[in-house]
């Protein structure tokens, strides 16, 4: 009895949820309604991305790729947070294992400038580097805000500290940073995006470019 009990008490909680969003639901609806669809969107928004793929017969393969976004923005303020991996396998030997993190935080100037800070790491077992790390800081500019094409420019500088991979020999300098961003809306609901990436110092040069 005491166990019924206890699972009566639980499985009530989620009819009360559920109850509380049906009743909130017309008013949040409403609120929504009244929000002018020129002002700017501020709060949080994100976006994942993920990949499977999967194989056997002659050969055995398999592949896992995740990646997740998430963005605040407010009036003055945006931050932006990013997590990658990447894993694949071909007869149970490891052909790539990777992943990365990055945070950017802008302070708007006005409409159109802006300036950052931001950080990046990655750790890749099949790089010349074992890993990187870098911060930089820089200026960045919306040069083109239209309803079917948006690109975005930063320039700044940082500083980069590596680890030689089968040495272990650690290599930090001086970093250049450059990135464009740039996004083509196709129709309503698709889109077309590339954002190219540059860390060019006197060891080496980082470049990455997502489609």
Do not use: C
């Amino acid at each position: 009895r005491t166990s019924m009990n206890v699972m009566q008490k639980v499985s009530i909680w989620p009819m009360v949820v559920l109850l509380a969003v049906v009743l909130l639901a017309p008013a949040s609806l409403s609120a929504h309604e009244e929000v002018d669809p020129a002002a700017p969107k501020y709060g949080w928004s994100g976006k994942g991305e993920f990949g499977l793929v999967s194989t056997s017969g002659n050969s055995d393969t398999f592949s896992l790729n995740l990646l997740a976004e998430v963005t605040y923005e407010s009036e003055k303020w945006r931050h932006r947070f990013a997590a990658g991996a990447l894993n694949s396998e071909n007869d149970g030997d490891t052909t790539a294992k990777r992943y990365d993190l990055g945070a950017q935080s802008d302070y708007k100037l006005n409409e159109k400038s802006y300036v950052f800070g931001a950080l990046r790491y990655d750790n890749d077992d099949f790089s010349a580097y074992e890993d990187q790390a870098t911060v930089s800081a820089g200026y960045g500019r919306q040069v083109l805000d239209t309803e079917k094409h948006k690109l975005k420019l930063e320039a700044g500088v940082g500083y980069r500290s590596s680890t030689v991979a089968g040495t272990g020999q650690s290599e930090d300098g001086v970093i250049f940073r450059g990135l464009a961003e740039w996004i083509w809306q196709l129709t309503p609901s698709t889109s077309l995006g590339d954002r190219f990436l540059v860390e060019a110092g006197s060891d080496n040069t980082f470049l990455q470019n997502d489609l």
